[in-house]
């Protein structure tokens, strides 16, 4: 695929994580990625230059998907990035991924610990999607993520789960919606995944990974490559046809 006519895909919170592995897998497949991170600029620029090194072209944007009054401004920045390195005033593939995590119990769950969970995992991709449509590509693809906790449940994850829950119907309010642009909607359900994710809970804890192993049909915790080139595979040309579809990559967990 030529830099031409290239795909270009953006990634809220690529850089780390999913996100990073995704932007990365994206690239081995000749898909130009813009990412967005909310402070560490560093690690974003790391990703970048991943992606370039991979002959892609790749830009970095700074984003707290959380604060719906950004939103004009990072889509300012968007149109002027996409004219500057592409030429062009639109992209392919939405990839809502940026994330905060929380474990605690339902007693426990404060009212900011709700609101901030909301604004970033549901009002944030709620928002930032409808101020995106007008740069989104007929034809193009939007992923949200949503969690295997939307289906089983693990005390203290009740708010977490709750929201991934509404991803998950708004997904398919889209997917009604956006048809008749040609725009597919899916949502993207990840088991446990050993990353950076809510401090590094399952990466960092043997205990907590054995327990997630035993009850995994494939007997073990997912890691970021068992993600990121689902991703580039639901954005690809041979899965046009999939529409409305949560799918879920938890290895079989509680099945």
Request: proline residues 2%; aromatic residues 8%; neutral net charge.
């Amino acid at each position: 695929m030529s830099q031409a006519t290239s795909s270009i895909a953006l990634i809220t919170g690529g850089n780390r994580g999913l996100g990073k592995n995704a932007a990365l897998a994206l690239a081995a497949q000749g898909v130009d990625v813009i990412l967005t991170y909310r402070n560490n600029g560093d690690e974003a620029q790391s990703v970048v230059a991943g992606i370039q090194a991979q002959g892609r072209k790749a830009v970095a944007l700074q984003l707290d998907v959380g604060v719906v009054a950004s939103f004009p401004g990072f889509v300012e920045q968007l149109r002027d990035a996409l004219d500057r390195h592409w030429q062009r005033g639109h992209f392919n593939y939405l990839f809502n991924n940026a994330g905060t995590g929380l474990h605690a119990m339902f007693h426990e769950t404060t009212e900011a610990d709700f609101d901030e969970l909301v604004n970033v995992h549901f009002k944030g991709v709620f928002f930032l999607t409808q101020a995106l449509l007008p740069l989104i590509a007929d034809g193009g693809r939007i992923l949200n993520v949503s969690s295997g906790l939307a289906r089983f449940s693990l005390p203290g994850s009740s708010a977490y789960a709750c929201v991934k829950g509404a991803v998950e119907v708004l997904t398919r309010y889209l997917a009604k919606e956006l048809g008749s642009r040609g725009i597919a909607v899916n949502t993207l359900a990840p088991g446990a995944i050993a990353t950076d994710f809510r401090d590094a809970a399952v990466r960092n804890n043997p205990e907590l990974q054995k327990m997630i192993a035993a009850q995994t049909a494939l007997g073990r915790v997912g890691e970021a490559d068992d993600i990121g080139g689902l991703v580039a595979t639901l954005f690809s040309s041979s899965t046009g046809w999939v529409n409305a579809q949560r799918i879920e990559a938890s290895g079989g967990m509680f099945i």
